[in-house]
């Protein structure tokens, strides 16, 4: 009788030491589980934000190309005619042709 009284104590112990230990486990592997899934959703919406967004090197392409296109930009202010200019320079032109004209047509 008192060897049957241990015995139900030591595996009651023991019963009680495996679930205390079970229910850890189960915890730890249930946070575990959510750590992935919230690893893997932070993957999927760097993925999605790397189709929106552009990259540090896409910033500096995209600069450099700002800035090429400002130099072209600059280069033809300065080297090309203005609208005013032109017009005038036509007036005169215009002008000097029909003065011309008279003089040949008398």
């Known amino acids: 009788m008192q060897q049957d009284l241990i015995f139900y104590i030591i595996t009651t112990v023991f019963s009680v030491i495996l679930g205390i230990i079970g229910f850890f486990l189960k915890r730890t ?27 540090k090197a896409e910033v500096a392409e995209i600069k450099a190309a700002m800035q090429k296109l400002s130099d072209n930009v600059d280069y033809i202010k300065e080297h090309t005619t203005k609208n005013e200019d032109f017009i005038r320079v036509m007036t005169r032109l215009e002008s000097k042709i029909d003065q011309y004209y008279q003089k040949n047509q008398r």
Do not use: P
């Open 29 to 55: 592997m249930d946070r575990l589980d959510r750590n992935e899934n919230a690893v893997q959703e932070m993957k999927e919406a760097q993925y999605a934000l790397s189709d929106k967004y552009a990259t």
